[in-house]
């Protein structure tokens, strides 16, 4: 049992820890919140699809940096240690969303202004591709026994509280702002108040301990040896990478995606869509905790069999339902819906990723599978479903992308096992999963 002095350390080291990974999220939501606004201030084109497009495309291209992200930053990490990467990671992060906050747009730099996005986001993604990787290891290591899940769960809790965030500092600028005026420069204000943020956040970064078990390894691999431990076991990132497929697309349909599908698909009002997605993050944010003391429990591959193969029955259906009559109330209960697919799979998903890994490289490790999903999948799910439904007329085909992911995860829950008994001697920590 903790005393009440080891436990209010704890509960500050998961602040800490946690909030370096609200301010990744908060600037991710706010460019999928305000991708048509992105799309008309610096990428101008002859159709409101062909400007929305390119902007949802620079939303992806930051995921397409997060792989490298995952095998530079997450070396780094595994060598250097938890709290030097944690703060490295937020100041490229701080100085990415600064780029997209401060550029001015095409009408003043022209074919520059849009350049300096792109490279904005791929310096986000770069830091974001080791930023939720990192952060999951630090709580696992500093969790208590029998309690991986729980601690790791606060990792994407924290998200979620910067979907809320930045859903409700939207919901009040369409209050306040008429749509010229949100046009023209109000879509920069959550963007100037999370640069506003990012000091705040660093001073908490930088008053974290190292992690005991980080201290006690004897051994710290060179860049060449997380290189070589990773390909040696590249079963396991694959796997991890098909695991991590249905969290990342479900998270990005219910929160980035939501305000664009519901203005441009379903025509309802941005505030109502604002508000649903608001309402999407508090539910997250109940459902990690207990997906992950859930998994603590029961074990993480019942919840990881479960979750997906609900969906499958589910998704599409849920979709078709909502397209023909659309209606906030419809809309609201489908993604509470979706929330809870998210926040129990999630919830049993990352510890079972982080004990998966190799001690040596578990940063490296944990962040290029999960980063591999999110590049192919989830960064993308704002672009690719908007392509879909143009391309087919179906506004429901969200729901088809949904059970594409959670097919991709049901099949790496049923092997996960058998990879897991087979990988055991490598990997102790497995085990317990």
């Keep these: 049992m903790l005393t009440a002095e080891e436990r209010r350390a704890k509960i500050g080291a998961v602040f800490r820890v946690s909030s370096g990974n609200f301010l990744e999220m908060y600037d991710f939501m706010v460019y999928g919140y305000y991708a048509s606004y992105i799309g ?19 939303f992806g291209a930051g995921y397409l ?17 938890r709290r030097a990467g944690l703060i490295l990671t937020l100041a490229l992060m701080a100085v990415g969303t600064m780029t997209i906050a401060l550029t001015p747009g095409y009408a003043v730099l022209g074919p520059v202004a849009p350049v300096l996005v792109v490279l904005g986001r791929l310096l986000q993604g770069l830091s974001a591709g080791v930023e939720l990787g990192g952060v999951s290891i630090y709580l696992s290591e500093i969790s208590t026994p029998g309690n991986r899940g729980f601690y790791c769960s606060w990792q994407s809790a924290s998200q ?12 009040a600028l369409t209050m306040v702002l008429p749509p010229e005026e949100m046009t023209l420069w109000g879509w ?12 705040l956040i660093l001073i908490l970064r930088r008053s974290l301990q190292e992690t005991e078990e980080f201290q006690h390894r004897k051994h710290r691999p060179s860049g060449r040896e997380v290189l070589s431990i990773i390909a040696t076991n590249w079963r396991l990132v694959l796997l991890g990478m098909m695991l991590s ?11 980035a995606y939501t305000p664009t599908f519901g203005r441009q698909a379903l025509h309802l009002a941005v505030q109502d869509n604002l508000l649903v997605t608001l309402c999407v993050g508090f539910s997250n944010f109940l459902w990690l905790p207990i997906g992950g003391a859930l998994s ?96 087919t007329g179906n506004r429901a085909s969200p729901g088809l992308w949904l059970s594409l992911a959670a097919a991709i995860s049901l099949t790496a829950a049923i092997a996960v096992r058998r990879v897991v008994n087979a990988t055991e ?9």
């Design 40 to 58: 008309r201030t610096f990428f101008p084109a002859e159709s409101e699809f062909a400007s929305l497009m390119l902007s949802l495309a620079t």
């Design 65 to 81: 940096m997060r792989p490298l992200g995952a095998l530079l930053l997450g070396s780094y990490i595994d060598r250097k240690g």
């Design 160 to 171: 979620q509280v910067a979907v809320m965030f930045a859903a409700l500092i939207g919901v």
């Design 188 to 199: 920069r204000v959550p963007l100037l108040i999370g640069c506003l943020i990012i000091p």
């Design 245 to 255: 497929v249905m969290t990342t697309t479900t998270f990005y349909l219910i929160t």
């Design 296 to 391: 603590d429990r029961i074990g993480r591959r019942p919840l990881l069999l479960l979750i997906p193969t609900l969906a499958l029955l589910t998704a599409y259906p849920a979709m078709s339902w909502l397209v023909a009559e659309p209606t906030f109330g419809k809309l609201l209960m489908v993604e509470l819906w979706f929330s809870f697919f998210f926040g129990i799979y999630n919830g049993a998903m990352i510890p079972l990723l982080a004990e998966m890994m190799p001690a040596e490289v578990r940063t490296a490790g944990f962040s290029l599978a999960f980063s591999l999903a999110t590049a192919i999948f989830g960064g993308f799910t704002p672009a690719v479903c908007t392509y879909l439904i143009e391309m």
């Design 425 to 433: 001697q490598q990997v102790p920590a497995l085990a317990d999963a």
